[in-house]
């Protein structure tokens, strides 16, 4: 038996999808091509990736403080120096809204995945109206 699992995948992030686990890389190549060819899913981009059995593969490397402002304009990414409190799990941990500006600590691999994953975090809460009110809140608070 192999120490590896084939693992047929598309996607990134939140579009983030496993299709298929394979014992055999052959098989596992051939399913994504034949997925690759259809007209119906061409919108993907099907991927073989590997990986070894019994082993628990890092998913972090750290945690980074995200800067998105909501209206435009420089976007930035540091490491952070807060760490997460008890019963606090990842990868967004927390996000406050100042003025313009949406903060969030990420548990994230670095600067560029924590950026990807607040991208989606930002739209989320754009989305569902959760800035909008928080707006609402700190208006309100400073009349």
Request: charged content about 25%.
């Amino acid at each position: 038996m192999s120490d590896r699992a084939y693992v047929v995948t598309s996607g990134d992030y939140s579009d983030y999808s496993v299709h298929a686990v394979f014992t055999d890389l052959a098989a596992a190549i051939a399913a994504a091509e034949e997925q690759n060819k259809s007209d119906e899913f061409k919108w993907y981009k099907y991927r073989v990736e590997v990986v070894p059995l019994n082993h628990m593969r890092a998913v972090s490397s750290g945690w980074y403080e995200v800067y998105m402002p909501l209206n435009g304009g420089d976007e930035g990414c540091y490491t952070s120096p807060e760490v997460p409190l008890p019963g606090e799990r990842g990868p967004v941990i927390r996000h406050h809204h100042w003025g313009d500006e949406l903060v969030m600590i990420i548990e994230a691999r670095d600067c560029e995945h924590a950026m990807k994953i607040a991208g989606e975090r930002k739209t989320r809460l754009m989305v569902t109206g959760e800035i909008g009110q928080i707006s609402r809140q700190q208006e309100a608070l400073s009349d």
